[in-house]
Nanobody, 125 residues
Framework: VQLQASGGGLVQAGGSLRLSCTAS????????IAWFRQAPGKAREGVAC????????WYEDSVKGRFSLSRDSAENTVYLQMNSLKPQDTAIYYC???????????????????WGQGTLVTVSS
């Protein structure tokens, strides 16, 4: 599974970005998809995830109400809409996928099998 993350960039605090995670050889509807981020000098953390086939959607507390995850089956894409961005959201964002039929948040413990390259999000104050 080859994932492609895109959509990062430089934005002022309070602004918005939409990240995209696509795959060319598999149907993402059948995969749990997660977004992770890693800020400079910090450990990677899970930000949001969606289980396969319209199951669980989970958000990390600091992004609840600001970030929204959605699937577009026709485009075979999972989006992470990020609103009201803060400087502390600055990080490299990664999408990951796993074909196991578990709740996506549980997969944070098991580990996601497939990873895309990161896309850099920079939020200026």
């Amino acid at each position: 599974v080859q994932l492609q993350a895109s959509g990062g960039g430089l934005v002022q605090a309070g602004g918005s970005l939409r990240l995209s995670c696509t795959a060319s050889e598999v149907t993402l509807d059948y995969y749990a998809i997660a977004w992770f981020r890693q800020a400079p000098g910090k450990a990677r953390e899970g930000v949001a995830c969606t289980s396969s086939k319209g199951g669980e959607i989970w958000y990390e507390d600091s992004v609840k109400g600001r970030f929204s995850l959605s699937r577009d089956s026709a485009e075979n894409t999972v989006y992470l809409q990020m609103n009201s961005l803060k400087p502390q959201d600055t990080a490299i964002y990664y999408c990951a996928a796993d074909g196991v039929d578990y709740d996506c948040s549980y997969l944070f413990e098991l580990g996601y099998d497939h990873w895309g390259q990161g896309t850099l999000v920079t939020v200026s104050s």
